[in-house]
């Protein structure tokens, strides 16, 4: 028998079948209102990240030591046709889209494979599919992945890429090869590789007598001080209170994701110089009024209505701000700024394809045909020109038109930022979600002045090492 606790609560699970009733308990149960962030908003996203945990812990107790030995093999639906159900989150446009675009025109070139797309958080729901010894062939699911590698979920494409002309070290950007990697094992190749870039509106740029974007953190401050005196209720920034938009900037001034590192580490360190500069200049830029925080739609519909002069956002959100605008002024683009280091620091995030355990080596290499034809260059592109994200690849970068990138800065931004050797894939450390929330939270609490820079650096440590530590809240 074994226990989640929620609130004091003990919530019991067993092999023979309560565990999901107990999850589904703890899940309904009312979240701890202690956290810091906006009106407790930050809770849920810790507790999820625990139950998670708790899922994927216990999945090779509940299914046994192999899953191939007791999951059961999907169904094929046509003779001589390998059916491969690709679990992914996005819908809508522009790249929901553009996924079932591409997922078609694969279906067409390939007579025997046949790959169909069901919309759901795979991040999320994947433990529950494993557990229930019915995961799907193929999923896209996000940077945390270690607790998958841990329990033993996951394949390791290494085997399938050997000999790949596409799949390889030498073809990918190093950012996007080292994202997913677990002691040289690769369990995730990155689907879409977003970067943080900024987007503005050139038209008051011009106005305010700005003539390129900036390059440092310095002109970023000037530049916001002149646009701010065109005034007309006209803010100069719009930011997001977001770990990946946060961590950047902290890089830049000589901050680390971890201590010491950027990659591997069981503790943080963010009451540093590079800390108290970074969380500083964003409080005072708040403090003069030259910067809100607000989120992605809000962001782009405030710089659409020209109440914004420039807005924090990743290349998954260009396209979307380009709609939002709709031609009424020109769209300029440019990497977060280099800080006291003299390099602009930046993070890949993005969706990753695994491969559950539990199917037949058919199964496998159907996934993998999939994979491997989504890398080659002509579907890099069509991915870029479509969605806004860079291609994962050199050989993607090198096939895009010059005439599409003379007329999206936001996608020479993005692919400046993914080709950066400054540039590093976020931690996998089973931990470091959490670490992210108390960033978050603690973030928007000294810029908004709720608390002292002194005051928030020393508690986020002190939260973000008890997290790193095994420790928790809950």
């Known amino acids: 028998m074994t226990k989640l606790k929620s609130n004091g609560k003990l919530l019991n699970y067993s092999k023979s079948g309560n565990f999901f009733q107990a999850v589904k308990s703890y899940m309904k149960a009312p979240l701890n209102p202690g956290g810091k962030g906006h009106s407790g908003r930050r809770g849920h996203r810790g507790s999820l990240g625990l139950v998670l945990a708790a899922a994927v812990s216990i999945i090779l107790a509940v299914a046994g030591p192999s899953f191939a030995d007791s999951a ?7 003779v001589n046709v390998q059916d491969v159900v690709l679990w992914e989150s996005h819908n809508g446009p522009p790249v929901g889209t553009e996924m079932s675009v591409l997922v078609a025109k694969f279906d067409a070139t390939h007579k025997n494979i ?15 599919a494993l557990a229930a010894g019915d995961p799907p062939i193929l999923a896209e699911i ?15 494409w290494n085997s399938f890429m050997k000999g790949s002309s596409d799949v390889n070290q030498n073809n990918f950007l190093p950012s996007v090869w080292k994202n997913g990697e677990v002691n040289g094992q690769h369990y995730r ?7 943080s870039i900024v987007d503005y509106n050139k038209k008051l740029f011009a106005k305010a007598g700005i003539t390129s974007p900036p390059a440092t953190w310095s002109q970023l401050a000037t530049d916001a001080a002149k646009l701010k005196k065109l005034g007309k209720g006209i803010i100069p920034i719009g930011w997001k209170d977001s770990s990946s938009h946060i961590l950047p900037a902290f ?9 010491g590192s950027m990659s591997v580490g069981n503790a943080v360190d963010f009451n540093t110089p590079a800390g108290v500069k970074t969380f500083s200049y964003f409080r005072n830029l708040y403090a003069r009024g030259e910067l809100i925080l607000a989120h992605g739609t809000t962001l782009r519909e405030d710089l659409a209505a020209g109440k914004l002069a420039m807005i924090d956002g990743t290349s998954a959100g260009y396209q979307k701000t380009l709609t939002a605008v709709g031609g009424k002024f020109p769209v300029g683009a440019f990497v977060e700024p280099a800080g006291s280091t003299g390099h602009a620091y930046n993070m890949t995030q993005g969706l990753g394809f695994v491969l559950p355990r539990g199917h037949t080596h058919a199964q496998d290499e159907a996934a993998w045909t999939f994979v491997q034809w989504w890398f080659e260059p002509a579907q890099q592109v069509a991915w870029a020109k479509a969605t806004g994200y860079p291609p994962e690849t050199r ?5 895009m038109p010059a005439s599409f990138l003379a007329s999206h ?14 540039t590093y894939p976020r931690p ?30 020393s508690s986020l440590d002190k939260s973000g090492n008890s997290y790193m530590s095994g420790a928790s809240k809950l």
């Open 114 to 128: 046949h790959v169909s797309i069901n919309v759901t958080k795979a991040s999320t729901k994947l433990a529950a």
């Open 251 to 259: 890089a830049s001034n000589g901050g680390t994701w971890l201590k």
């Open 142 to 156: 996000s940077h945390y992945d270690g607790l998958y590698v841990k329990a033993g979920a996951l394949v390791s």
């Open 409 to 422: 800065p936001g996608e020479v931004a993005t692919i400046r930022a993914a080709s950066s050797p400054y």
């Open 72 to 78: 059961p093999v999907a169904k094929v639906k046509h």
């Open 395 to 399: 050989g993607g970068i090198a096939a």
């Open 428 to 457: 996998v450390s089973d931990s470091y979600k959490e670490v992210q929330s108390s960033l978050d939270a603690t973030f928007y609490d000294i810029v908004t002045g709720k608390e002292t820079v002194s005051a928030g650096l």
């Open 189 to 195: 190749l990155q689907a879409n590789a977003k970067f």
